[in-house]
C-alpha cells in the first residue's frame, strides 16, 4: 500500500469552464454534502459500506486534524488516513482532497490526523456493521455488544506516519494530554494510553486514551449540555489539537459520546 500521495497541481475548474456549469458544479457538490446522515435517519443493521464510512471518516465524532510534517523529508507528501475493503486495500480514490494550507500557497509535506471518538455507539455501531459485512463479526450479538457501553470516554488518533509520538510513552502522554471543556475549561487527564506499534518496531500505529466519565465524587465530567470539548495530546513541541461538539454528536437515542 503506498503511504504517500506526491503533490500535484490542482486547477481551479471554475476558473476554465462556464460559469453555468461551475454553479452547477458547486449546486451539485451541495446537494450531497446535504445527503441524509445514517447515524440519524437509519439503523446500523441496514448500513451500507459507503454509510459505514461515512460515519468512521466524515462525521461529527471524526476529526481529521491537518498537521505540516517537517519530519518527512524529499519530495513533498500529503498522507491521510484511507478507508480499505475487507481484504485491507485502500481505497485511494478517497484520499484526493487538496489540504488547506496547500490550497493556500504552503509547500510542506502533511499529515491528516484521524482523532476518533470511539465510545460512542455510534462509531462502535460502524464498527460492528464494517465486521459483519465483511464477514468478521456475528450480526446476532451486535445489539447485546452495543448496549455494554465502554466505563471511560475513548479517544483514538490514527495517521499514515505518527513519527512524532515513536518516543513516546505511556505516562509521558497521560501527563501531556487531556480532555477540556470549553465551557469550564476544567482539563481532564486519560486514566490510561496504549500505544500501538508495528510489529517489534518503535513506529507508532494508534494511540488509544481512555478518560473517566465521572468525578470521584461520581458527577459526570461534561453535562449534557456541553457545547464544545477539546482534546491535545502533545509529543515534545509537536501539539496535536481537535475540537468536538457534543451537541452534533447525537445518534438516533440522543447525546452519543
Known sequence: MPDSMKRSSVPSRCLTVPTLLCLLTVAAFALTA????PWKDKEYKSWTQDEVEKVLYESPWVKMVEMGAPWLK?????????????NGRPDLTKGEKTPTSWAMGATE?????????????TVRAAMLRQG????????ERGDELLNEPPDDYIITVHAPDMTPFD?????ALIKSSYLMSRK????????????????????????TLKFPKKTDA?????????????????????QLRARFQPQKMLGKDGPDL
Open 184 to 207: 469550564t475549561r476544567k482539563k481532564i487527564s486519560p486514566e490510561s494510553v496504549q500505544i500501538a506499534r508495528y510489529g517489534n518496531s518503535k513506529s507508532v500505529y494508534m494511540l
Open 218 to 238: 461520581g458527577e459526570p465530567i461534561f453535562s449534557p449540555a456541553e457545547k464544545e470539548i477539546d482534546f491535545a495530546s502533545e509529543a515534545g513541541k509537536f
Open 132 to 139: 459483519v459485512l465483511c464477514g468478521r463479526a456475528d450480526a
Open 34 to 37: 446535504w445527503a441524509s446522515d
Open 167 to 171: 518516543n513516546s510513552d505511556e505516562d
Open 74 to 86: 524529499g519530495p513533498t507528501h500529503y498522507l491521510t488516513p484511507l478507508p480499505s475493503d475487507c
Open 109 to 121: 509535506s502533511i499529515v491528516i490526523f484521524q482523532v476518533t471518538w470511539q465510545s460512542s455507539r
